[in-house]
Nanobody, 120 residues
């Protein structure tokens, strides 16, 4: 199974920046996975923030366009989320997701989450 570990969260002031990392282990086929970052704020459902396909195509929820950048380094089995111009409403637990397809079998794997708090 795919194992994902997020890191890089923390406390930052509004307007500040953070870079989240998602490291995949036991993932020799990492380059074939579609990857995404989700966040979940208290009392809210988990929401897709940004995604990057195995082919490198990226998508963002409107609220983060122009501020966040998703990327991946397949040689390092790692996905990143560069978050700039952070706002208090970005406060949430951020989760790494891997969408894995093995022929007709599809699975989603999740990291444990990393807390991002934006507060003055």
């Amino acid at each position: 199974q795919v194992q994902l570990v997020e890191s890089g969260g923390g406390l930052v002031q509004p307007g500040g920046s953070l870079r989240l990392s998602c490291a995949a282990s036991r993932s020799r086929l990492f380059s074939m996975y579609d990857m995404g970052w989700y966040h979940q704020a208290p009392g809210k459902q988990r929401e897709l923030v940004a995604s990057i396909s195995s082919g490198g195509v990226t998508n963002y929820v409107d609220s983060v366009k122009g501020r966040f950048t998703i990327s991946r380094d397949n040689a390092k089995n790692t996905m990143y989320l560069q978050m700039n111009s952070l706002k208090p409403e970005d406060t949430a637990v951020y989760y790494c997701n891997a969408h894995v397809t093995w022929g007709t079998l599809t699975n989603d794997y999740w990291g444990q989450g990393t807390q991002v708090t934006v507060s003055s």
